[in-house]
């Protein structure tokens, strides 16, 4: 596995020409064994110096609330649990309303995307952009 850097251009017309940088680190997996943990510990470090942790979970994964709190322990161990963070509600698509409106509830204030459709990637931009127009 390898951490992806991109560039993310915030189009809307309130950060026309603003881009940031995007780094995708490996995905947390519970009960990985310990030797991949080291070898992953200096990408999931660059974590705690992050302006911004965009926390993505899969909506269709019936045990998402274990990863969400695997994540957030791991983030705790590392000294990021302070860093500002937007939670996705990923694969939306694959869950019936009702499903959504329960997962918005156990993560409220988190945005819903179907990276398939493109349907709530404009809200996910818009969160970001609010977020690093504070940091100007």
């Known amino acids: 596995m390898t951490r992806q850097t991109r560039r993310f251009d915030l189009t809307t017309p309130e950060w026309s020409g603003k881009s940031v940088l995007l780094?995708?680190?490996v995905g947390f997996i519970r009960r990985l064994p310990?030797?991949?943990?080291?070898a992953f510990r200096s990408t999931l470090e660059e974590a705690a110096l992050a302006d911004l942790?965009?926390?993505v979970l899969d909506a269709s994964e019936p045990d998402i609330?274990?990863?969400y709190q695997t994540t957030n322990s791991v983030l705790g161990e590392?000294?990021?649990?302070?860093?500002?963070?937007i939670n996705v509600l990923n694969?939306?698509?694959?869950?019936d309303a009702s499903a959504l409106e329960s997962l918005s509830a156990r993560f409220p204030g988190s945005t819903a995307v179907s990276v398939k459709d493109g349907s709530g990637l404009a809200e996910l931009k818009r969160q970001i952009?609010?977020?690093?127009?504070?940091?100007l």
């Open 23 to 25: 780094v995708d680190t």
């Open 65 to 67: 609330e274990s990863f």
């Open 91 to 95: 694969k939306i698509d694959k869950v």
């Open 53 to 55: 942790l965009i926390h």
């Open 129 to 135: 952009g609010i977020h690093v127009s504070s940091l």
């Open 34 to 38: 310990h030797s991949l943990i080291k």
């Open 78 to 85: 590392l000294g990021a649990q302070n860093v500002p963070a």
